[in-house]
C-alpha cells in the first residue's frame, strides 16, 4: 500500500498521515511514514518526544555527496540521478510505534534548481520505496507535488486529497487535482476532515463534483487537545475518528483489488 497525502495547510493533513500509519501498523504491515512537508510536523504528530533533533535527509551534506557524488551547493560537475538508497530507511528513521518515520526535508522546485543532488538523492529514496513490495509508504506532503514524478506515480495506489469543508480547501483541492493529471496520476480521492455535521460533507460533495470520497473523519475534540498537550494525536482520537480512518485504509485496500 502506497499512499501520498496532500492538502492545504491546517486542514489535518499530518493528522491524518499519523493516524493512518498507526491503523495501517496495528493491522500488521511494516510502515515507513515520510515527512515531505517543509514545515516538518509529522514526528510532533505521532508523540516523537524530540522531534527538532530529527534531522533532515536534504541537510545531510556529507550523505548527499557520498550517495551522489557531488556535495550540495557545488557548482557544474556531474552526480548520480540515481543514487543508492536502499539502507536508509533503516539507518536514518526514528521509530514511533513501531512505525519507521524520515524526515525529507524540502524539494527544490523546477526554477529554484531542480537538477541538484539533494533532489536526487530524495526522489530516488521515494522510488525505491514506492516499489519496495514488503513496505507500506505514507507520504506527508505539501500542496504540491514534487516528490512525484511520471516515473514514479504509477506506483502510488492512492493521492488523497485532504479538505476541511471550505472554500479555500476546496480551490486548493482543485489545484492539487490539475497538478496530478499533469503528471498523469489518476488515483486521486477526496477525505473530508473536520466533519461537524452532516451540512459539511453535503458541502463538499457538491463543492467537488466528480470526486470520488475515499472517507469522511470526524472533527475530533481529543485530537486537538492531544496537539496542545504534545501528545501523539492517536492517544486523543476517538472511538469515531479511529473507526473512520479504518474505512479509510479499507478503501485503498479496495481500490488495490480493484485496480
Known amino acids: 500500500m502506497k499512499i501520498a497525502v ?12 499519523a493516524l493512518l500509519s498507526f491503523v495501517l501498523k496495528q493491522r500488521g504491515l511494516s510502515v515507513v511514514a515520510i515527512d515531505a512537508d517543509p514545515n516538518a510536523c509529522l ?22 555527496e557520498e550517495r551522489t557524488g557531488v556535495a550540495p551547493g557545488s557548482i557544474g560537475g556531474m552526480f548520480q540521478l540515481n543514487p543508492f538508497v536502499e539502507d536508509i530507511a533503516a539507518r536514518y528513521s526514528v521509530e514511533i510505534a513501531g512505525v519507521n518515520v ?10 529554484a534548481g531542480c537538477y541538484c ?3 536526487a538523492l530524495l526522489r530516488a529514496l521515494v522510488s525505491h520505496l514506492l516499489t519496495e513490495s514488503d ?11 514534487e516528490h512525484l514524478s511520471r ?3 504509477r506506483a502510488v495506489d492512492a493521492l488523497l486529497v485532504v479538505m476541511e469543508p471550505s472554500m479555500r480547501g476546496v480551490e486548493t483541492a482543485h489545484r492539487i487535482r490539475k497538478l496530478a493529471g499533469d503528471i498523469g496520476l489518476t488515483k486521486l480521492y477526496a477525505v473530508g476532515n473536520k466533519i461537524r455535521a452532516v451540512a459539511d460533507e453535503e458541502f463538499l ?18 485530537i486537538a487537545k492531544a496537539d496542545m498537550d504534545a501528545r501523539a494525536v492517536m492517544n486523543g482520537a476517538g472511538p469515531g475518528t479511529i473507526e473512520a480512518v479504518g474505512r479509510l485504509a479499507g478503501f485503498i485496500t479496495g481500490r488495490q483489488k480493484l485496480d
Open 43 to 64: 514526528a510532533a504528530c505521532m508523540g516523537y518526544p524530540d522531534p527538532s533533533s530529527i534531522r533532515p535527509l536534504s541537510e545531510m551534506k556529507e550523505l548527499i
Open 6 to 17: 496532500t492538502g492545504k495547510g491546517g486542514v489535518g493533513k499530518t493528522t491524518v498521515c
Open 117 to 119: 543532488p539533494e533532489n
Open 102 to 111: 524520515l524526515v525529507a526535508g524540502a524539494v527544490k522546485s523546477g526554477g
Open 205 to 222: 460533495r457538491k463543492a467537488l463534483p466528480g470526486w470520488e470520497f475515499a472517507a469522511f473523519l470526524p472533527y475530533d475534540a481529543g
Open 135 to 145: 513496505v507500506a509508504l505514507v507520504l506527508d506532503m505539501e500542496a504540491g507535488l
Open 151 to 153: 516515473g514514479t506515480v
